[in-house]
């Protein structure tokens, strides 16, 4: 399952490097892409919300809002 996390507050690289060290310490994350306000994370089972709200409340920032990431493949266009 891959979802997105947006976040209030990650404002710089190093808050970026904070937010994906914390997430290491969430059970479930298989893999992590942390850019400036968002988040978007791969788990291998159900994702405990608690748990990543904690872990980046834990380097002062605000979790926002998760959502489900949907992947799609590209569309081409039929002539």
């Not at 404002?11 to 479930?28: D, E, K």
């Not at 994350?29 to 904690?54: F, Q």
């Amino acid at each position: 399952m891959r979802l997105r996390v947006f976040i209030s507050g990650m404002t710089s690289v190093h808050a970026a490097r904070a937010v994906h060290t914390a997430l290491a310490s969430v059970p479930g994350i298989t893999w992590a892409e942390v850019k400036l306000g968002e988040a978007e994370l791969e788990c291998d089972r159900a994702l405990d919300a608690v748990a990543l709200r904690t872990a980046i409340e834990s380097v002062g920032l605000e979790l926002v809002e998760i959502a489900e990431a949907r992947r799609s493949l590209p569309i081409r266009d039929e002539e």
